[in-house]
């Protein structure tokens, strides 16, 4: 069964320091989401993204991060000046179409030092 | 905003039935999740109901809507060991994003 893919499982990183998190999502699928999960509190949403552009982002997804689809099949999220409560789960997820399940990668897990 | 709410904790013996339980407050849910954490893992989805059905069941797993009480379950029929794991339950709103509950941590014992 197709999946989404997630590189790599745990990146540890200097506080201050870029960080590009990776996607490959599934191939048919047109939207692409970012979610992120701080230990011990809710999934939330990050940014979602279809047709090279970002459609809907939440009040979390500031100017340190951005999104891109630097070619045909991976996604990535950047955070350009990591802080330490950038620590979490992030979880990528795509859908064939907006408001279709959205199906999740196994997430990397951002330790930020 | 949303406010999707689960309880913490279930412990069930292995043949039971396991129900999962969980309130959400938007009243523009199109559709609403569960998904299932294995330790270690990522978030698999389970099933999916659509916001004017009711019921749907799915082999083992059914799901109810009571969309009045904004009230969403998840019943797992002769749960079993590998059944252990959290159990989210998500809304999508009109809006296309998630908003995920804080997760019932299920544990099945033999």
């Known amino acids: 069964e197709p999946e989404v893919t997630q590189t790599p499982s745990h990146q540890v990183t200097q506080m201050g320091q870029e960080v590009i998190l990776r996607c490959v999502p599934i191939?048919?699928?047109?939207?692409f989401y970012w979610y992120r999960q701080i230990l011990g509190q809710k999934v939330e949403f990050l940014v979602s993204f279809y047709n090279n552009e970002i459609s809907e982002k939440s009040e979390i997804f500031d100017d340190q991060f951005s999104v891109e689809r630097p070619d045909g099949s991976n996604f990535t999220l950047k955070i350009r000046s990591t802080k330490l409560e950038d620590s979490a789960m992030y979880f990528c997820?795509?859908?064939?179409?907006?408001?279709?399940?959205?199906?999740f990668g196994d997430g990397t897990r951002l330790s930020i030092l | 905003g949303e406010d999707v709410e689960q309880s913490l904790f279930l412990s069930v013996r292995e043949g039971d039935s396991s129900v999962i339980n969980c309130t959400y407050t938007?009243?523009?849910?199109?559709?609403l999740y569960w998904y299932k954490q294995e330790p270690g893992a990522g978030l698999q989805l389970l099933t999916y109901?659509?916001?004017?059905?009711d019921m749907k069941q799915d082999q083992r797993l059914t799901v109810l809507l009571n969309k009045k009480d904004k009230h969403l379950s998840l019943r797992i029929a002769d749960t079993q060991t590998g059944d252990s794991a959290i159990y989210f339950c998500a809304d999508q709103t009109g809006a296309n994003n998630l908003f995920f509950g804080t997760g019932t941590r299920l544990t099945v014992i033999p």
């Open positions: 109901i659509f916001s004017n059905m």
């Open positions: 191939s048919n699928h047109l939207y």
């Open positions: 997820a795509s859908s064939e179409a907006r408001a279709q399940p959205q199906h």
């Open positions: 938007d009243s523009s849910s199109t559709y």
